[in-house]
Structure formats: C-alpha cells, structure tokens
C-alpha cells in the first residue's frame, strides 16, 4: 500500500526514517509521484535540440526565441513542443493532435499555425483550434470543447534553461529559483554557450531518487571518491556547505588550490572568508528540486537531469549538458580532478545501492544528524510532494 503512514519522514532528521525501500523499486510509486511531485515541479526542458554528441549545437532556448517559432522535445516519455506565440509568450503543448492523436510538430520551425499532418486541423500560436475540413460548428454541436485546443503548460525561462510545469506547479517560478540566482548573478549564464561535446544522455540503473539523494549526500565523498586525484583530494572537506531552500539546495566548498577556485568578485560576498581571502570557492553545486543538478565551475556550467523512466522505476534516463564561460578553463576541466572518476564511481555506487535496495533485506535507514542534512531534506521534500503534507 502506498499511504503517507507508510513513507513518513520525519521533519526532525533525529527522529526521522528514509523513505521505504519500496519507494525506489515499485511501479505504483512512481506512477503516484508522476502524478503529484513531477505534476507540480518545473522540470527542466532538454536544453539540446539535437543528438547529445551530434555537431548540432542549436539549443531549445535558441529554437524557440522568436515569434512564432516552435520545437519538439520529450520529457519523461512524453511527446510534447515548446511554442512562443506572436507577443512573446512561451508555452508547452502537448505533441499529439486533440482529433486523432497524429504528432503535430517533427522539427523545429516557425509559422502562424501548427497545421497536423494527418488531417489538416489547425491551432493558433496559443493551442486554439482554429480549423478543420469537415469541422464545422453547425454540424458538430458543442464544438469545439475545450479539450478540442490544445492544453497549455506553463514554461519558465532563465537565460538557456527552460523549464516546463505539467501541472499547477508548487512554487512560483522566480520564488523558486531566487536564491540560485543570487549565488550565480555574477557567472554570465546568458553568455554560456552550449558544447556537445561531454553531452550525453544515457539510461543508468536505480531510481531517479538514489541519483539525487546520492548528490544531496556529502557523507560518501571521503569514502568513495578518496581516490588520489579525485573530489576528496580538490577541496577542502572541512570548508564544505550545505544550504537547504524550499525546493533547492546548494553544496559549496573552497578548493584545494586557489587556481581551481572561482575569481571571488564573481560570488557574493558571503562566499568570501575573511580569515583567509585567498581562498577560492571550488564549485557551487545546486541542487533544483526534484531531479537537475546545477554545477557551476569557474570554466562553466555542467547540468544534470535524472529522469525518471515511467514504468521501469529502477532505472534513471541521465542526462549532462556543458555550457561554457571560460574556454581555456574549460580545456583543462579534467586537469584539476577527474570529473570523470568521479561520475564512474558514483555509478558504481548506484548498482551496489540498487541491488541492496531491491533485495527485499533492507530496512528503513536513519539519518545522522551532523553529516546527513542534505539527504534528509531530499527524503522529507519528495515525502512532502508525493502526500501533500
Ligand atoms: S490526427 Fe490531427 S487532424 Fe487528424
Ligand atoms: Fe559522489
């Protein structure tokens, strides 16, 4: 049974218990948070328009900043197209013709109508039906219904990232990502521009959430990437932060060597130690509620997005994006640590979780209270979306 008895965590981390194994392996979960906690969260539009490693850098962002001009994307299966009608407005429409479901849009485009290949009906720019052969008002009472136009999602814009609502979304956009803004107000997000190269988009295994609990989790960094030359050996473990806001958290720490740190005019103040100026922030790794990382480094910014697959709760559709600030740091990302150890570790981390989860011996876990805040914020936040407490 899936009741809110049955996955409560506690707002007290003391007290409180993770979520259920079952949460993480059941069908009927995921089904439950697709409707609820993914209904009312922006998620992020993909940010590529084409293949990930494709030479097409042509971002959504980009395809859809004029007028009139629409494009296709998929977002947690579903076929569904970004549309900026003629004053400007951007919104999401479902892909899927309201008469007899053909898809609307195939490609990235521009036009007054979005005209369906099947049959010839026809929307306006803001999803009204407007037309078909055959489709006549005098011959079909009580038509069109309103489910005949096409159902509008509302979309969120910030520089390159978009953002869709499938649902009445739980917070309202710029409340939302106010404290991001804030911290990355001085890192030209708009400037960025996308590589495909490093983009990827791959099917990993476990649930969505073990990814995301797995970055809210600074307790593994000095056990699982201790590795020379890896996280454990790039920052400053006794510096690291973890700041939790209704619906992000941010993880922050100074790095080892100064020259691997952000210029600290280009944070606020607060990131700055007065005892010790020479110290430089290493990365600002922002977590945005439920599912996309934002990593910004000083060559950049790397974006993640762990999808849930509908129907197949233990695997996650992983995704990473590059935009770029700084191409000479960028070159030599790899160079200060191994971003690429660190991602094949926490991989295998996953599978081992994964497979204990699934094995029908695990309990509840608790929570420890000085090296645990993160996770216990991502447990109770989903337990909060899912049941509405
Ligand atoms: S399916 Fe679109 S017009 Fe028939
Ligand atoms: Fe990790």
């Known amino acids: 049974m899936t009741t809110a008895a049955d996955h409560h965590v506690d707002p007290d981390i003391a007290r409180a218990e993770t979520l259920p194994p079952s949460a993480f392996t059941d069908p009927a979960f995921l089904e439950l948070e697709l409707r609820t906690l993914f209904a009312r969260s922006w998620l992020l539009v993909p940010p590529a328009w084409g293949a990930p490693a494709s030479d097409d850098t042509r971002s959504l962002a980009e395809l859809v900043a004029v007028r009139g001009a629409h494009a296709p994307f998929t977002l947690l299966g579903r076929p569904l197209f970004l549309q900026r009608d003629w004053e400007g407005a951007l919104r999401a429409f479902p892909n899927v013709c309201t008469h007899a479901w053909h898809t609307l849009v195939d490609g990235p485009g521009r036009a007054r109508t979005v005209i369906c290949p099947q049959h010839g009906r026809t929307f306006d720019c803001e999803g009204r039906f407007v037309g078909q052969q055959g489709f006549s008002k005098d011959a079909l009472p009580g038509f069109p219904r309103p489910c005949d136009h096409l159902q509008a999602m509302a979309v969120g814009e910030w520089g390159p990232l978009l953002f869709v609502a499938p649902g009445a979304p739980a917070r309202p956009f710029d409340a939302w990502l106010a404290p991001v803004r804030e911290t990355t107000a001085g890192l030209g997000l708009d400037a960025m521009q996308r590589r495909t190269h490093g983009a990827e988009v791959r099917e990993v295994e476990g649930n969505w959430k073990l990814h995301a609990w797995n970055y ?29 806001f209704d619906g992000a958290a941010l993880q922050w720490a100074y790095a080892k060597d100064p020259r691997d740190g952000f210029d600290p005019a280009r944070l606020p103040a607060r990131f700055r130690d007065p005892a010790r100026p020479e110290r430089r922030v290493f990365a600002l790794w922002w977590l945005l509620f439920p599912n996309v990382t934002l990593n910004f480094y000083p060559w950049g910014l790397s974006i993640n997005a762990y999808e849930p697959v509908p129907g197949r709760p233990e695997r996650t559709l992983f995704s990473w994006h590059h935009l770029v600030a700084d191409e000479a740091q960028y070159a030599r990302r790899e160079e200060g640590w191994l971003s690429h150890q660190v991602d094949a570790e926490d991989v295998l981390a996953m599978k081992q979780v994964r497979r204990g989860v699934a094995s029908g011996l695990a309990p509840r876990g608790r929570f420890a209270p000085g090296a645990e805040q993160g996770p216990h914020w991502f447990h109770r936040a989903v337990y909060e979306a899912v049941f509405g407490a």
């Open 216 to 244: 809210m989790d600074t307790f593994h960094i000095t056990f699982i990437h201790r590795a020379p030359g890896g996280l454990a050996d790039a920052i400053d473990m006794s510096s690291y932060r973890t700041e939790l």
